[in-house]
């Protein structure tokens, strides 16, 4: 795995038109250099245990999915990848994401997801502003809304979700982290709400996940000012759950994250979704309801095969074999 993220930097320097295709980095023309460039990094990446999403998956895509193996399989990797835009959120990246977000949903075998960018210094620069000078303005609405429905899709996950910020998140950047269950930020990260400087507002759920986070006082306080904060001073808000500092590879966060989803690989995982899902419908409603949606989800728990199989591991003295039934 280290060696696939020491890569990141390199595949997106040497941007050349290749597919990467079970394993094989192919070129139809390029110069040596960068065939034997592409190809090295290839081979360390995929002995590593990666494969991408599909054949299909091409080093140009606006979205890079990535399904990890071996010891860390069940961690599914999404990569934002708009070099020359910052990774601003354009119409082909919102259709991009919510097909995987939506693949994502349906796929029992995925434990946890992590969004990180495969663009060194920038997580995601918000809208796609270019893109939307051009739209009418009959367009505009319709493209926030289906903004916000995959933001709201991408927050709904059954699995954990951590967002790896190795670079600048700003509006609809941090809104896209904020609907991610935990977030991982490098020290040196830039991040903040900022539509404000833009005379509108966050409409893609920043103004409702930022208040739930940080609290309505300081979320008002960021919101108002469009205020940009560090990892380190996002840390200290309880903004992001984890601050690193950078690396020379420029991908400490998504090592973190990393790190933590191989935390979560050994847990039941029916168990991870019915948590997720009691404590986030639970933190929406009052205290007596709140505890008669744990008792509910509790009671998902108790038929599974999982629970039975960590009550002999125990007996057994050796970890348990969790298979998600």
């Known amino acids: 795995m280290a060696a696939l993220v020491r890569c990141r930097v390199l595949f997106q320097t040497v941007r050349c038109p290749a597919s990467i295709i079970s394993g094989v980095c192919r070129s139809d023309s390029v110069s040596q250099t960068c065939l034997t460039e592409r190809a090295r ?16 998956a091409q080093a140009g895509d606006d979205l890079i999915v990535r399904h990890l193996d071996g010891e ?15 990774n601003a959120i354009s119409k082909n990246l919102v259709m991009m994401m919510s097909e995987a977000v939506e693949s994502l949903k349906k796929n029992n075998k ?9 663009v060194p ?35 709904t996950l059954p699995m954990p979700t951590i967002a790896a910020l190795d670079g ?11 609907a991610c269950d935990i977030r991982v930020a490098a020290t040196s990260a830039k991040m903040g709400l900022v539509e404000t400087k833009l005379a509108i507002i966050p409409g893609a759920g920043g103004t409702q996940r930022l208040s ?18 560090s990892g380190e001073e996002a840390k200290g808000i309880g903004l992001v759950n984890h601050a690193v500092e950078q690396n020379p590879s420029g991908d400490a966060a998504y090592l973190r994250a990393l790190d933590l989803a191989r935390e979560f690989i050994p847990q039941g995982p029916i168990a991870i979704r019915m948590a997720k899902l009691a404590i986030d419908q639970g933190i929406e409603v ?30 057994e003295k050796r970890p348990p074999r969790f298979k998600g039934e």
């Open 41 to 56: 990094c290839a081979r360390h990446a995929f002995s590593g245990g990666v494969r991408p999403h599909s054949s299909g």
């Open 72 to 86: 860390d399989s069940g961690i599914v990797v999404l990569g934002i990848n708009r070099p020359e835009s910052k």
């Open 110 to 118: 995925v434990r946890t997801v992590i969004l990180c960018s495969m």
């Open 121 to 155: 210094g920038i997580f995601c620069a918000g809208a796609d502003l270019k893109e939307r000078a051009k739209m009418q303005q009959s367009e505009v609405g319709p493209f926030v809304t289906k903004a916000r429905t995959l933001i709201t899709e991408l927050g």
């Open 168 to 178: 600048a998140a700003l509006g609809g950047g941090l809104e896209m982290a904020l």
């Open 212 to 229: 739930r986070t940080v609290g309505v006082s300081v979320a008002k306080e960021l919101i108002f000012a469009a205020r940009v904060l």
């Open 286 to 315: 009052d205290l007596k309801t709140g505890l008669a949606i744990e008792e509910a989800c509790y009671s998902q728990v108790i038929p599974t095969k999982d629970r039975l199989e960590g009550l002999l591991a125990f007996r």
